[in-house]
């Protein structure tokens, strides 16, 4: 593996899902391979999970780590030909060359604009880093993808499974901000390489891209896609179609014990950070079908098994 961007990266996901339950079994097993080796990680907006758990990764096998929160009163400038006259101080070509001279790998984190989609879904600054760095880029959530998330999800939804095809509902859910579409895309990505049935419900209007979609369910009757579910993902993103905008803030779309009454005794996930009795009520996410802890404590052993293809990659050596 090259660089880690998307599912479509990895060339076997079942043995880099085994080698992440494999990690998670022992952690340590692999300490030496990062010996002498650096993760620089460069932060365009806030996190804890990721930050956390792809640091605690790296040092599982042996790495040190470099992390830098850009937009702290530096900028890049991404765009070519342009008159840097502006409040840009450095471009993205000598910015990633430079940074590539200290690391082994480097994990970026970008999120969309939600204004213009076109940039947005070329996934700009990500490929920006990509052309321009000398080392393999790991996407730490980019405009359109956070697969390190997905692949948690999916290590989750095999631990947790009792059938062998469960029914995985993706509801979208009440949010008071615009927020991107980065998740339910990523999910779906990984839901439509997986032996599930996937439903996705929201209302009308919030459309995910068909890219993404594929050939899921769509109901947007809510307590109908409930209906025998194993798995509920609750996520808000705004609308693909009208970009960026928020269409609804239907609190009936709220997670609540009556609607997971419904399901065949489902779970219940979400990426987190979640919003109390806004996306999904206390008695859900506190209760025992909840696996959001679960799931961001299998954030570290997806990304250390992605770490440790990168690093395997003799052709990633500098
Ligand atoms: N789920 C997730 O990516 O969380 P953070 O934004 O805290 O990294």
């Given at each position: 593996?090259?660089?880690?961007?998307?599912?479509?990266?990895?060339?076997?996901?079942?043995?880099?899902?085994?080698?992440?339950?494999?990690?998670?079994?022992?952690?340590?097993?692999?300490s030496?391979?990062?010996?002498?080796?650096?993760?620089?990680?460069?932060?365009?907006?806030?996190s804890?999970?990721?930050?956390?758990?792809?640091?605690?990764?790296?040092?599982?096998?042996?790495m040190?780590?470099?992390?830098?929160?850009?937009?702290?009163g530096?900028?890049?400038?991404?765009?070519?030909e342009?008159?840097?006259?502006?409040?840009?101080?450095?471009?993205?070509?000598?910015?990633?060359?430079?940074?590539?001279?200290?690391?082994?790998?480097?994990?970026v984190?970008?999120?969309?604009?939600?204004?213009?989609?076109?940039?947005d879904?070329?996934?700009?600054?990500?490929?920006?880093?990509?052309?321009?760095?000398?080392?393999?880029?790991?996407?730490?959530?980019?405009?359109?993808?956070?697969?390190?998330?997905?692949?948690?999800?999916f290590?989750?939804?095999?631990?947790?499974?009792?059938?062998?095809?469960p029914?995985?509902?993706l509801?979208?859910?009440?949010?008071?901000?615009?927020?991107?579409?980065?998740?339910?895309?990523?999910?779906?990505?990984?839901?439509?390489?997986?032996?599930?049935?996937?439903?996705?419900?929201?209302?009308?209007?919030?459309?995910?891209?068909p890219?993404?979609?594929?050939?899921?369910?769509?109901?947007?009757n809510?307590?109908?896609?409930?209906?025998?579910?194993?798995?509920?993902?609750?996520?808000?993103?705004?609308?693909?179609?009208?970009?960026?905008?928020?269409l609804s803030q239907?609190?009936s779309?709220?997670?609540?014990?009556?609607?997971?009454a419904?399901?065949?005794?489902?779970?219940?996930?979400?990426?987190?950070?979640?919003?109390?009795?806004?996306?999904?009520?206390?008695?859900?996410?506190?209760?025992?079908?909840?696996?959001?802890?679960?799931?961001?404590?299998?954030?570290?052993?997806?990304?250390?098994?992605?770490?440790?293809?990168?690093?395997?990659?003799?052709?990633?050596?500098?």
């Open positions: 593996m090259k660089n880690f961007t998307s599912i479509h990266d990895i060339p076997n996901v079942e043995q880099l899902v085994q080698q992440a339950f494999d990690f998670k079994n022992n952690p340590l097993s692999q030496e391979i990062g010996k002498g080796k650096t993760l620089g990680m460069v932060f365009f907006n806030p804890l999970r990721t930050r956390m758990s792809t640091q605690k990764a790296a040092q599982n096998l042996g040190n780590i470099i992390s830098l929160n850009v937009n702290d530096w900028q890049i400038e991404f765009e070519d342009v008159i840097m006259n502006g409040n840009k101080a450095e471009h993205i070509k000598e910015a990633a060359a430079v940074i590539s001279q200290f690391v082994n790998v480097l994990a984190r970008s999120f969309p604009t939600l204004i213009d989609r076109e940039k879904y070329q996934d700009f600054i990500l490929q920006k880093f990509i052309q321009y760095a000398s080392v393999p880029i790991l996407s730490l959530e980019s405009a359109i993808l956070h697969p390190l998330q997905s692949l948690a999800d290590l989750t939804i095999k631990e947790n499974q009792k059938t062998k095809h029914k995985v509902v509801t979208w859910a009440p949010h008071p901000k615009v927020l991107p579409q980065v998740v339910a895309n990523s999910f779906c990505e990984w839901m439509n390489f997986a032996d599930v049935d996937l439903t996705i419900t929201h209302p009308k209007g919030y459309e995910l891209s890219d993404f979609s594929k050939n899921a369910t769509i109901e947007y809510q307590n109908k896609a409930f209906k025998n579910a194993d798995f509920v993902y609750a996520k808000n993103w705004s609308s693909f179609n009208y970009y960026g905008k928020i239907d609190e779309w709220k997670i609540s014990s009556e609607k997971m419904l399901t065949n005794n489902g779970k219940f996930m979400h990426c987190l950070p979640v919003r109390r009795n806004v996306v999904v009520d206390d008695s859900v996410l506190d209760g025992p079908n909840s696996l959001v802890i679960e799931q961001a404590n299998n954030r570290t052993f997806a990304t250390q098994s992605v770490l440790f293809d990168l690093l395997k990659n003799k052709k990633n050596e500098l």
